[in-house]
C-alpha cells in the first residue's frame, strides 16, 4: 500500500504517462483502429492523420496561449496575429526566396519573437481589459493589412504553399503520415517550452505577478521584465505553429488573422481548464474534433428531418459548440482538468481511508 501510495504522488508519474499516450499517439498511423462518429476513417488513411494532426496543432496553439491566459493571467485578443506572421510570414518567404525549409521557418520565427517583443512592449503599458483592447487592435490592424495587400498576401483568396524548396517527404496526401509525425513534434516541443517556462525563475514571478503584482514589486523584481518574457516566447511559440499549420493546409486564409480565430482559442483553454497544460491539450484535441464532426452532423440527413425550429440551430456547429461551452463552463467549474483533479483527490481519499482501515485491522 505504501508502494502505490509513493508512485501516486511521484512527479514522474504524469510524465510517465504521458510518454506512453505520446509513444500510442505515435503508432497510430501504422495500426488499423476505428472510432465510429469521431474519425472519418481507419487511423492509418490520410482523412484520418489529417484531421488528427490539425487536432494536435490547435492543441499546440492553445498551450501558447495558454501562458498567456492561463500562467500570466494576460487576457489577449490578439493572438492569433503571431499565429498569422508564422504561416503568411513562412509562406511569402518561400514564395519570392530560393530558401529551404529550415532557413525560412528560422528567419521567420526571429521576425514573428521581434515583432511580439515590439507590440508586447507597447501593449504592457496597460493591463486588464485595456491590454485586451489594445491586442484587439493589434489584430484588426493585421487583418486588414493582410486583406488588403493583395499583391502580397492574395487577399481573401488566400495564399496558397509552394512546394519547390519544401523536402518531397512532407507533400502529397501520401506523405500525410510525415505530416501527422511533425505535429506530434510540434506538440511534443511546444508542451516541454511550457513546462520549463512554467518551473523556471520568470516563470514563477510571472504567475505571483498575476495574483499580486504589487507585492511583486515591493519584493524589487520587475513585472513588466517578466510579462514581456512571456508574451514573447507566447508569441514565437504561436509564429512556430502557424508554420506547421501552413504545411499541413498547403496554405492560409484571412480568417486565422481576425480576433474570433483567438476567441476561439481562449473557449478551448476555458474547456480544457485555465491554468493546466494538460487541460489545453485535451482541450484544443477534443474542440477540434468536435468541431470537424459536428460540421457533418450538422449537414446529415438526421437533422435535415428535424422540425424547423430544431433544424434550424442545430444546423449550425457554432450553436453547438456554444451550448456545450456554456454547460462546460456552468457545470465543469474549472473544465476538464477540474474534473480530473477532482476525481484524482477523490480517488486518494478513497484509497487513503481504506489503507488506514487495513492498517486498524492489522493492529492487534
Request: net charge positive; hydrophobic share 55%; glycine share 10%.
Amino acid at each position: 500500500m505504501t508502494m502505490i501510495r509513493r508512485l501516486r504522488t511521484s512527479p514522474f508519474t504524469p510524465w510517465v504517462i504521458g510518454g506512453v499516450l505520446v509513444l500510442f499517439v505515435a503508432l497510430l498511423p501504422l495500426l488499423d483502429l476505428t472510432l465510429p462518429g469521431v474519425l472519418p476513417g481507419s487511423t492509418y488513411t490520410p482523412g484520418t492523420l489529417q484531421l488528427l494532426a490539425f487536432a494536435m496543432v490547435f492543441a499546440a496553439l492553445a498551450l501558447s496561449y495558454h501562458l498567456l491566459f492561463g500562467v500570466a493571467g494576460l487576457l489577449s485578443f490578439g493572438h492569433a496575429l503571431y499565429f498569422a506572421l508564422g504561416a503568411y510570414g513562412l509562406g511569402i518567404v518561400l514564395r519570392d526566396t530560393e530558401l529551404a525549409l529550415v532557413p525560412a521557418m528560422a528567419i521567420v520565427l526571429l521576425g514573428a519573437i521581434a515583432i511580439a517583443a515590439a507590440l508586447g512592449a507597447l501593449s504592457l503599458r496597460v493591463s486588464g481589459i485595456a491590454f485586451a483592447m489594445v491586442t484587439l487592435a493589434f489584430a484588426q490592424a493585421g487583418s486588414v493589412l493582410v486583406r488588403r495587400n493583395a499583391s502580397v498576401t492574395n487577399g481573401e483568396e488566400g495564399l496558397p504553399l509552394r512546394v519547390d524548396n519544401i523536402p518531397a517527404e512532407l507533400v502529397g496526401v501520401l506523405n500525410t503520415r510525415n505530416i501527422y509525425w511533425l505535429a506530434l513534434v510540434l506538440l511534443i516541443v511546444v508542451f516541454l517550452i511550457v513546462a520549463w517556462f512554467e518551473r523556471s525563475r520568470a516563470g514563477h514571478v510571472v504567475a505571483a505577478t498575476r495574483e499580486n503584482e504589487l507585492r511583486v514589486q515591493v519584493l524589487g523584481m520587475t513585472p513588466f521584465r517578466v510579462k514581456l518574457i512571456t508574451v514573447v516566447i507566447a508569441g514565437g511559440l504561436a509564429a512556430l505553429v502557424g508554420m506547421v499549420y501552413l504545411l499541413l493546409q498547403s496554405g492560409v486564409t484571412p480568417a486565422v488573422t481576425t480576433p474570433d480565430f483567438t476567441l476561439t482559442l481562449l473557449v478551448i483553454v476555458v474547456l480544457g481548464g485555465v491554468g493546466s497544460r494538460w487541460g489545453a491539450v485535451v482541450g484544443g484535441l477534443i474542440y477540434t474534433l468536435l468541431d470537424q464532426r459536428l460540421t457533418a452532423l450538422a449537414r446529415s440527413e438526421v437533422i435535415q428531418d428535424l422540425p424547423e425550429f430544431l433544424r434550424i440551430p442545430l444546423s449550425e456547429p457554432l450553436f453547438i459548440l456554444g451550448t456545450l461551452f456554456i454547460l462546460v463552463v456552468v457545470l465543469l467549474p474549472g473544465g476538464l482538468a477540474g474534473v480530473a483533479r477532482r476525481a484524482l483527490a477523490r480517488a486518494d481519499s478513497a484509497r487513503t481511508r481504506a489503507g488506514r482501515s487495513l492498517d486498524e485491522e492489522a493492529t492487534p
